[in-house]
C-alpha cells in the first residue's frame, strides 16, 4: 500500500482518528496498522522503551508514528533519535497518561515532518508539551494539541495545561492549528507581527486562557477561512466592520470579551457559521438576522449556515423583536435579455439559499417561479423566467412569520428584435424573419403578432425559439415599409429590418430579330399582375419595351425595330420601386446559335442557349431523330449510343469534378440501378448521374424553364450536393467521343455565340455541336442554364481539348445571383440525338489499331478521392493537390492510396 498522509481534522477526540488514504477517509480506532501496510522495527529506546505502531516505505524508512494508551507517572519522553528522524511525516500520540517532552537537544533533522496530533490525559498541571527545542519544523503542516477534557469533566476538574505557544508563530507551512486545554504560556494573545502564518487556513484555541486585546488584523490572514476562539473570556477584541474583505466562513468567538456592535453585512457575504454567543456584543442587531429562518438559529438543528446570537440587541430580545422588511431597490439588466440570468439588488432579500421564493408575473397572465441563489444579503442571482413581456417580480421571505414577507419590483424585457426578414413573393407566401427576443416555444399568445401594412402575418411557426419564426403573409408588391412584432404588449424596436417583397427576377427570353418590331417574351418570377405598374427597358441606353401583358410569371412586351448588335444586354423589369438585378438575358436572334431564326417552328431562347423546337428538332427545327440502340457501364456513368448496325458510335461520360481548383478523378464503383430506359448513378449520396433514353417528345425544367426535346434522343443529368464544403469555384470535365476514332479533327459544327472579334470563338461558350460519319449526324447540346442552390444559375460550356473526334469538355457551373456565392448544390445537363445525315461522310483515316469495338473508351479506374466533403477523401484532395508530378504519376499514386484506403 503506498504511502499514507495523515490529515488531522479539527476536533477530534482521543479514540477517534482520521486519515485519508487514496482521497478516502478512513476511520482507525485505537490502533494504526491499515490493510497490511509495511511495518518496521522502530527502536523501542526513541521513545523510551514504549511499544509503537510505524508505517514506512519499501526501503524501510519510518514516515508515520502512531503511540496509543501510554500510562505511567511521568511524561513520554521523545529522544533524539526519533526527533532527529528526517524521512517522519505524522505523529499521532493519544491517550497519553502524563504528557509528552521533546529532547534538550535541537531537532534539527526533523524536515519532513507535516502532522502532528497529541492528546494527553494528564490530571494535575506540569510540563507536558515541551515543544521549545522544535524551532527546525518549518514543514509542519497541521497541529492538534488537545488534553482529555472528557476525563477532566469525569473527574470534575478544570486544569489547563501551559504550553509555550511562540515557537508555533513563525511556520509559513502552518495550515491547520488546534489547542484544546492548554494553557498559553504567555497568556498575552500574541500580536499580529509576531505572526508568520500565510497558508493558515483554520485556527482553534478552545480554553487556552487568553487575555489582552486581539488585533483585529488577525481576521484578514490571506488563507484563514476558519476562525475558533472560545472560553477566553479576558480576551478582548471587535468585530471589523469591513469583516467581509477578508476570506472568512467560520467564525466562533463564544465566550469571550468581543465587544462593540456586529456588522450591519457580516452575513451578506461569505460568513456561513457563526456563533457570538457570551460575548460583550449589543446594540442592534443588523436587519439581514431578523430574515432568518427559525432553524437557521436554533443550536440543536443541524444547518448550514449557522448563525447563533443571544436575544441581548436593543431590536431583538426577550421582550421584542423586529420586524424583517425585505426590500428590492433594483433589477438587472433592464430591460431583461431572454437568455440572460436576472440580479436582485437591495436590503434583506435573501439571508438564506431555500428560504425565499421568488415569482415572475406577467401582464398576459403568465407566471413562473425561478431558481434563484444568494451571493450576499444584498444581492441574487436567478434564472430567466423567459415568460417575456412587463409584469411583476415578487419576492417572499419564510423566517417564521405568517404571512411572509415580501417585496415587488417591476421587470420589462427587451422589445424583439428583427434583424432579417426573407423577401415575400408578391403572389403570396412564407417569410422568415431571424432575430432576437422573438415568440418563446409556446408560440404567439395574447397581445402578440405580426402585422404588415395594416395585414396580419399568419400561420407563425416557431423554427428556433426566440430566435427565429416563419408566417405567411398575403399578395402585394409594396415594400420597404415596418414590420409590427409585437410580442405579449412589446411591440419590435425601431432598429428592425423593414419588410420587403421579391424583386422581379428574370429568367430567360426569347432573341429578337433586329430591325423589326417584335414581340419580347420574358419569363420569370414576381413580375405582379398589373402592367400598368411595370417598366421594362433593355440595356445600357434603356430602350424601352411597353409592356402589353402581364401575368407574375410573363412578360410581354413591344420591342422597337432596333440594329443587330452582338452580344447580350440585360432586361430591366422594375414592379413599383423594385427592379431586377443585371442579367444579360437579351440578345438578337444569333444565326450561330440558332440557324434560320429557327424556321419559325420554335423559340431562340437566350437562357438555354439553342432553339426550342415544337415538333421538329435539329439546331434548326427542321430535322427528324433516327432509331438508335445504347449501352451502359455498371460501375462507371458511361453513355454509348449506337446508330447504323453499331456503324458509327457516340460516347460520353463524365471524367471528373474540379471543386477549388482541385480535381478528382471518378472512380469506378458507382451504384447503379436502372431500367430499360434510363440508369441512376450514385456516388456517395453526393453525386448522382441519371442517363435517360427518351421515347417520346417532352420537355425538361432546367434554370427555372422549360426546354424540349425529341424522341430517341439521351439526356445526360448531374446532380452534386456538398453542404459541408461549398466551393466558389466548381467545374466538371466530360469526354464526349465519336467512334471511330479519327486522327484528324474532322469537318464539325461547334456552335459559339457571334462576337465582333474571330478570335474570341475558341474561348467563347460551347451551345451545341454537330459531327457526321457515313449517314448518321451527331447532335449535342448543352443548355445554357441550371440549377444552382436550391435558384436559379447557369453552366458555361467550352472545348478544353479535341484529339480527332473526341473532346474534352469544361462545364463551368455559375450562381444565379450577381453576388458570388459558394455553390453546395447544382443539377445541369446535356443531351445527345443522332440525326439522318444531309451528306454522307466517311470517317478519316482512322488511328492505329483502332475498331469500333476496341476504341470504346473507357475511364481509368480505381481513382476514388475525396469529391463532395467525404472526409475520408479529404486527405486524399490535399495530396493530389500538392503534386508537382506528371499527370500519369498522379494517377499512379492516387490507385496506391485508393488500395490502402479499401484494404485491397
Same mark, same amino acid.
Given at each position: 500500500?503506498?504511502r499514507?498522509?495523515?490529515?488531522?481534522?479539527?476536533?477530534l477526540?482521543?479514540?477517534?482518528?482520521?486519515?485519508?488514504? %487514496?482521497?478516502?477517509?478512513?476511520?482507525?480506532?485505537n490502533?494504526?496498522?491499515?490493510?497490511?501496510d509495511?511495518?518496521?522495527?522502530?527502536?523501542?529506546?526513541?521513545?523510551?522503551?514504549?511499544?509503537?505502531?510505524?508505517?514506512?516505505?519499501?526501503?524501510? /524508512?519510518?514516515?508515520t508514528?502512531?503511540?496509543?494508551?501510554?500510562?505511567?507517572?511521568?511524561?513520554?519522553?521523545?529522544?533524539?533519535?526519533?526527533?532527529?528522524?528526517?524521512?517522519?511525516?505524522?505523529?499521532?500520540? *493519544?491517550?497519553?497518561?502524563?504528557?509528552? =517532552?521533546?529532547? =534538550?537537544?535541537?531537532?534539527?533533522?526533523?524536515?519532513?515532518?507535516?502532522?502532528?496530533?497529541?492528546?494527553? /490525559?494528564?490530571?494535575?498541571? +506540569?510540563?507536558?508539551?515541551?515543544?521549545?527545542?522544535?524551532?527546525?519544523?518549518q514543514?509542519?503542516?497541521?497541529?492538534?494539541?488537545?488534553?482529555?477534557?472528557?476525563?477532566?469533566?469525569?473527574?470534575?476538574?478544570n486544569?489547563?495545561?501551559?504550553?509555550?505557544?511562540?515557537?508555533?508563530?513563525?511556520?509559513? +507551512?502552518?495550515?491547520?492549528?488546534?489547542?484544546?486545554?492548554?494553557?498559553?504560556?504567555?497568556?498575552?494573545?500574541m500580536?499580529?507581527?509576531?505572526?508568520?502564518?500565510?497558508?493558515?487556513?483554520?485556527?482553534?484555541?478552545?480554553?487556552?486562557?487568553?487575555?489582552?486585546?486581539?488585533d483585529?488584523?488577525?481576521?484578514?490572514?490571506?488563507?484563514?477561512? +476558519?476562525f475558533?476562539?472560545?472560553?477566553?473570556?479576558?480576551?478582548?477584541?471587535?468585530?471589523?466592520?469591513?469583516?467581509?474583505?477578508?476570506?472568512?466562513?467560520?467564525?466562533?468567538?463564544?465566550?469571550?470579551?468581543?465587544?462593540g456592535?456586529?456588522?450591519?453585512?457580516?452575513?451578506?457575504?461569505?460568513?456561513?457559521?457563526?456563533?457570538?454567543?457570551?460575548?460583550?456584543?449589543? &446594540? *442592534?442587531?443588523?436587519?439581514?438576522?431578523?430574515?432568518?429562518p427559525?432553524?437557521?438559529?436554533?443550536? %440543536?438543528?443541524?444547518?448550514?449556515?449557522?448563525?447563533?446570537f443571544?436575544?441581548?440587541?436593543?431590536?431583538?430580545?426577550?421582550?421584542y423583536?423586529?420586524?424583517?422588511?425585505?426590500?428590492?431597490?433594483?433589477?438587472?439588466?433592464?430591460?431583461?435579455?431572454?437568455?440572460?440570468?436576472?440580479?436582485l439588488?437591495?436590503?434583506?432579500? #435573501?439571508?438564506?439559499?431555500?428560504?425565499?421564493l421568488?415569482?415572475?408575473?406577467?401582464t398576459?397572465?403568465?407566471?413562473?417561479n425561478?431558481?434563484?441563489?444568494?451571493?450576499?444579503?444584498?444581492?441574487?442571482v436567478?434564472?430567466?423566467?423567459?415568460?417575456q413581456?412587463?409584469?411583476?417580480?415578487?419576492?417572499?421571505?419564510?423566517?417564521?412569520?405568517?404571512?411572509?414577507?415580501?417585496?415587488?419590483?417591476?421587470?420589462?424585457?427587451?422589445?424583439?428584435?428583427?434583424?432579417?426578414?426573407t423577401?415575400?413573393?408578391?403572389? &403570396?407566401?412564407?417569410?422568415?424573419?431571424?432575430g432576437?427576443?422573438?415568440?418563446d416555444?409556446?408560440g404567439?399568445?395574447?397581445?402578440?403578432?405580426?402585422?404588415?401594412?395594416?395585414?396580419?402575418?399568419?400561420?407563425?411557426?416557431?423554427?428556433?425559439?426566440?430566435?427565429v419564426?416563419?408566417?405567411?403573409?398575403?399578395?402585394?408588391?409594396?415594400?420597404?415599409?415596418?414590420?409590427?412584432?409585437?410580442?405579449?404588449?412589446?411591440?419590435?424596436?425601431?432598429?428592425?429590418?423593414?419588410?420587403?417583397?421579391?424583386?422581379?427576377?428574370?429568367?430567360?427570353?426569347?432573341?429578337?430579330?433586329?430591325?423589326?418590331?417584335?414581340?419580347?417574351?420574358?419569363? @420569370?418570377s414576381?413580375?405582379w399582375?398589373?402592367?400598368?405598374?411595370?417598366?421594362?427597358?433593355?440595356?445600357?441606353?434603356?430602350?424601352n419595351?411597353?409592356?402589353?401583358?402581364?401575368?407574375?410569371?410573363?412578360i410581354?412586351?413591344?420591342?422597337?425595330?432596333?440594329?443587330?448588335?452582338?452580344?447580350?444586354?440585360?432586361?430591366?423589369? =422594375?414592379?413599383?420601386s423594385?427592379?431586377?438585378?443585371?442579367?444579360?438575358?437579351f440578345?438578337?436572334?444569333?444565326? %450561330?446559335?440558332?440557324?434560320?431564326?429557327?424556321?419559325?417552328?420554335?423559340?431562340?431562347?437566350?437562357?438555354?442557349?439553342?432553339?426550342?423546337?415544337?415538333?421538329?428538332?435539329?439546331?434548326?427545327?427542321?430535322?427528324?431523330p433516327?432509331?438508335?440502340?445504347?449501352?451502359?457501364?455498371?460501375?462507371?456513368p458511361?453513355?454509348?449510343?449506337?446508330?447504323? %448496325?453499331?456503324?458509327?458510335?457516340?460516347?460520353?461520360?463524365?471524367?471528373?469534378?474540379?471543386?477549388?481548383?482541385?480535381?478528382?478523378?471518378?472512380?469506378?464503383?458507382?451504384?447503379v440501378?436502372?431500367?430499360?430506359?434510363?440508369?441512376?448513378?450514385?456516388?456517395?449520396?453526393k453525386?448522382? !448521374?441519371?442517363?435517360?433514353?427518351?421515347?417520346?417528345?417532352?420537355?425538361?425544367?432546367?434554370?427555372?424553364?422549360?426546354?424540349?426535346?425529341?424522341?430517341?434522343?439521351?439526356?445526360?443529368? !448531374?446532380?452534386?450536393?456538398?453542404?459541408?464544403?461549398?466551393?466558389?469555384?466548381?467545374?466538371?470535365?466530360?469526354?464526349?467521343?465519336?467512334?471511330?476514332?479519327?486522327?484528324?479533327?474532322?469537318?464539325m459544327?461547334l #456552335?459559339?455565340? =457571334?462576337?465582333?472579334?474571330?478570335?474570341?470563338?475558341q +474561348?467563347?461558350?460551347?451551345?451545341?455541336?454537330?459531327?457526321?460519319?457515313?449517314?448518321?449526324?451527331?447532335? #449535342?447540346?448543352?443548355?445554357?442554364?441550371?440549377?444552382v442552390n $436550391?435558384?436559379?444559375?447557369?453552366?458555361?460550356?467550352?472545348?478544353?481539348?479535341?484529339?480527332?473526334?473526341?473532346?474534352?469538355?469544361?462545364?463551368?457551373?455559375?450562381?444565379?445571383?450577381?453576388?458570388?456565392?459558394?455553390?453546395?448544390?447544382?443539377?445541369?445537363?446535356?443531351?445527345?440525338?443522332?440525326?439522318? #445525315?444531309?451528306?454522307?461522310?466517311?470517317?478519316?483515316?482512322?488511328?492505329?489499331?483502332? $475498331?469500333?469495338?476496341?476504341?470504346?473508351?473507357?475511364? *481509368? !479506374?480505381?481513382?476514388?478521392? @475525396?469529391?463532395?466533403?467525404?472526409?475520408?477523401? *479529404?486527405?486524399?484532395?490535399?495530396?493530389?493537390?500538392?503534386?508537382?508530378?506528371?499527370?500519369?504519376?498522379?494517377?499512379?499514386?492516387?490507385?496506391?492510396?485508393?488500395?490502402?484506403?479499401?484494404?485491397?
Amino acid at each position: 500500500m503506498g504511502r499514507l498522509h495523515l490529515n488531522l481534522l479539527l476536533l477530534l477526540s482521543i479514540s477517534l482518528f482520521t486519515v485519508q488514504v %487514496n482521497g478516502q477517509w478512513l476511520e482507525i480506532k485505537n490502533y494504526f496498522r491499515l490493510f497490511g501496510d509495511p511495518v518496521c522495527n522502530v527502536n523501542t529506546q526513541w521513545l523510551g522503551g514504549v511499544s509503537a505502531y510505524p508505517t514506512c516505505d519499501g526501503k524501510g /524508512n519510518v514516515l508515520t508514528l502512531t503511540v496509543l494508551n501510554i500510562g505511567g507517572s511521568s511524561p513520554l519522553a521523545m529522544t533524539p533519535q526519533l526527533a532527529n528522524h528526517p524521512t517522519l511525516d505524522t505523529l499521532y500520540f *493519544a491517550n497519553i497518561q502524563k504528557g509528552i =517532552t521533546f529532547p =534538550t537537544s535541537d531537532m534539527t533533522n526533523m524536515t519532513g515532518l507535516r502532522n502532528v496530533n497529541i492528546s494527553v /490525559n494528564t490530571i494535575s498541571p +506540569s510540563t507536558v508539551f515541551d515543544f521549545s527545542k522544535a524551532t527546525s519544523l518549518q514543514t509542519l503542516l497541521s497541529l492538534k494539541l488537545s488534553t482529555n477534557f472528557i476525563l477532566q469533566s469525569a473527574l470534575k476538574t478544570n486544569v489547563n495545561f501551559p504550553l509555550d505557544f511562540t515557537v508555533f508563530t513563525k511556520i509559513p +507551512s502552518l495550515k491547520y492549528l488546534f489547542l484544546n486545554g492548554l494553557t498559553a504560556n504567555p497568556t498575552e494573545f500574541m500580536p499580529i507581527a509576531s505572526i508568520n502564518w500565510p497558508s493558515l487556513i483554520s485556527l482553534e484555541l478552545i480554553g487556552s486562557g487568553f487575555n489582552g486585546t486581539m488585533d483585529p488584523k488577525f481576521f484578514y490572514l490571506p488563507s484563514l477561512k +476558519s476562525f475558533t476562539v472560545v472560553n477566553s473570556p479576558l480576551l478582548t477584541f471587535e468585530i471589523p466592520n469591513n469583516l467581509y474583505d477578508g476570506s472568512l466562513t467560520t467564525l466562533n468567538i463564544t465566550n469571550t470579551n468581543c465587544g462593540g456592535t456586529l456588522p450591519v453585512n457580516i452575513i451578506n457575504r461569505s460568513i456561513t457559521r457563526l456563533d457570538i454567543r457570551k460575548t460583550a456584543i449589543s &446594540g *442592534a442587531l443588523p436587519s439581514p438576522f431578523l430574515c432568518l429562518p427559525p432553524d437557521v438559529t436554533n443550536p %440543536n438543528v443541524p444547518t448550514n449556515p449557522k448563525y447563533l446570537f443571544d436575544k441581548v440587541f436593543t431590536n431583538y430580545n426577550t421582550t421584542y423583536q423586529g420586524l424583517c422588511i425585505p426590500n428590492i431597490t433594483s433589477i438587472s439588466p433592464y430591460p431583461l435579455q431572454i437568455n440572460s440570468t436576472i440580479t436582485l439588488s437591495g436590503n434583506n432579500i #435573501a439571508g438564506v439559499n431555500g428560504y425565499y421564493l421568488i415569482k415572475m408575473s406577467n401582464t398576459v397572465g403568465d407566471q413562473v417561479n425561478i431558481n434563484c441563489i444568494m451571493v450576499d444579503g444584498e444581492t441574487i442571482v436567478c434564472t430567466n423566467g423567459q415568460i417575456q413581456g412587463e409584469g411583476t417580480l415578487n419576492i417572499q421571505i419564510f423566517n417564521g412569520n405568517n404571512p411572509p414577507p415580501q417585496d415587488s419590483i417591476d421587470f420589462a424585457y427587451q422589445a424583439p428584435l428583427i434583424l432579417s426578414a426573407t423577401p415575400c413573393p408578391t403572389l &403570396g407566401g412564407n417569410i422568415t424573419l431571424t432575430g432576437y427576443d422573438l415568440v418563446d416555444p409556446v408560440g404567439i399568445q395574447e397581445n402578440s403578432g405580426i402585422v404588415i401594412l395594416g395585414k396580419r402575418c399568419e400561420n407563425i411557426q416557431i423554427i428556433v425559439p426566440y430566435r427565429v419564426v416563419s408566417c405567411y403573409y398575403p399578395p402585394g408588391i409594396v415594400s420597404n415599409v415596418p414590420i409590427s412584432f409585437k410580442v405579449k404588449g412589446l411591440m419590435s424596436t425601431n432598429s428592425s429590418v423593414n419588410f420587403f417583397y421579391k424583386a422581379p427576377y428574370v429568367i430567360s427570353s426569347n432573341a429578337i430579330l433586329p430591325n423589326v418590331e417584335s414581340d419580347l417574351i420574358i419569363s @420569370g418570377s414576381d413580375f405582379w399582375n398589373d402592367k400598368d405598374l411595370i417598366t421594362v427597358t433593355i440595356g445600357p441606353n434603356q430602350i424601352n419595351c411597353p409592356v402589353s401583358l402581364v401575368n407574375h410569371n410573363i412578360i410581354i412586351c413591344r420591342f422597337p425595330a432596333t440594329p443587330y448588335v452582338t452580344g447580350s444586354m440585360s432586361i430591366n423589369v =422594375t414592379v413599383l420601386s423594385q427592379s431586377s438585378q443585371p442579367n444579360g438575358l437579351f440578345q438578337f436572334i444569333d444565326e %450561330n446559335l440558332c440557324p434560320k431564326s429557327c424556321s419559325g417552328k420554335g423559340v431562340c431562347s437566350v437562357s438555354v442557349g439553342f432553339c426550342i423546337c415544337e415538333d421538329l428538332y435539329g439546331p434548326a427545327c427542321t430535322q427528324t431523330p433516327i432509331q438508335t440502340a445504347y449501352e451502359l457501364e455498371t460501375g462507371t456513368p458511361l453513355l454509348t449510343i449506337s446508330a447504323e %448496325n453499331n456503324k458509327t458510335q457516340l460516347q460520353a461520360t463524365l471524367v471528373s469534378v474540379i471543386e477549388n481548383g482541385a480535381e478528382t478523378l471518378i472512380p469506378s464503383n458507382w451504384i447503379v440501378t436502372q431500367n430499360d430506359t434510363y440508369a441512376v448513378y450514385n456516388w456517395t449520396s453526393k453525386m448522382i !448521374v441519371t442517363i435517360r433514353k427518351n421515347v417520346a417528345d417532352g420537355s425538361e425544367q432546367l434554370g427555372g424553364l422549360n426546354y424540349t426535346y425529341p424522341a430517341n434522343s439521351y439526356a445526360y443529368s !448531374v446532380e452534386y450536393t456538398n453542404t459541408l464544403m461549398p466551393s466558389p469555384s466548381l467545374q466538371f470535365k466530360f469526354s464526349i467521343k465519336v467512334i471511330p476514332e479519327e486522327c484528324e479533327v474532322p469537318p464539325m459544327t461547334l #456552335a459559339y455565340p =457571334t462576337t465582333d472579334n474571330s478570335s474570341e470563338t475558341q +474561348s467563347a461558350d460551347l451551345h451545341w455541336s454537330l459531327l457526321t460519319q457515313y449517314q448518321t449526324q451527331w447532335s #449535342a447540346r448543352y443548355p445554357q442554364s441550371a440549377n444552382v442552390n $436550391s435558384g436559379y444559375g447557369s453552366v458555361k460550356s467550352r472545348v478544353l481539348s479535341q484529339t480527332g473526334s473526341s473532346q474534352i469538355l469544361l462545364v463551368t457551373v455559375l450562381p444565379g445571383t450577381a453576388q458570388q456565392e459558394d455553390i453546395f448544390e447544382t443539377r445541369f445537363e446535356m443531351d445527345f440525338t443522332a440525326y439522318q #445525315a444531309t451528306d454522307s461522310r466517311t470517317p478519316g483515316g482512322s488511328c492505329k489499331g483502332s $475498331s469500333s469495338e476496341d476504341n470504346r473508351w473507357k475511364i *481509368a !479506374v480505381g481513382v476514388v478521392v @475525396g469529391v463532395v466533403g467525404a472526409a475520408i477523401f *479529404a486527405v486524399l484532395l490535399f495530396y493530389i493537390f500538392r503534386q508537382k508530378t506528371k499527370l500519369d504519376e498522379t494517377k499512379r499514386l492516387l490507385d496506391k492510396k485508393l488500395a490502402e484506403l479499401n484494404g485491397l
